[in-house]
């Protein structure tokens, strides 16, 4: 599976933004679909999950502010940001099965 992210770059405190991550197959046919996080200096960590079924599943403290989606006619999901804070900083990467990843997309919070 190929992935391919968009939709990242520099926005203000208090902003929003949508990436996107573009699927090279059916979405519906893959278990797992994940958006992950990594800040400068930091490990990789798990933002938001939706499974096949639509069930989603967020990391801790991002619930109110991150929301996953996904479109399957366009084999897309995505990652709603609202109220970004400096520490939403980092690069978004996509997953697929917890095997296949995107090349990651940098957002930037700052004012």
């Known amino acids: 599976v190929q992935l391919s992210e968009s939709g990242g770059g520099l926005v203000q405190p208090g902003g929003s933004l949508r990436l996107s991550c573009v699927a090279s197959?059916?979405?519906?046919?893959?278990?797992?679909m994940s958006w992950y996080r990594q800040a400068p200096g930091k490990q990789r960590d798990l933002v938001a999950q939706?499974?096949?079924?639509?069930?989603?599943w967020y990391g801790p403290f991002l619930k109110d502010r991150f929301t996953i989606s996904r479109d399957a006619s366009k084999n897309t999901i995505f990652l709603q940001i609202n109220n970004v804070k400096p520490e939403d900083t980092g690069t978004y990467y996509c997953?697929?099965?917890?095997?296949?990843w995107g090349q990651g997309i940098q957002v930037t919070v700052s004012s």
């Open positions: 997953n697929a099965e917890n095997q296949y």
């Open positions: 197959k059916d979405i519906l046919g893959i278990y797992v």
């Open positions: 939706i499974i096949h079924n639509g069930e989603t």
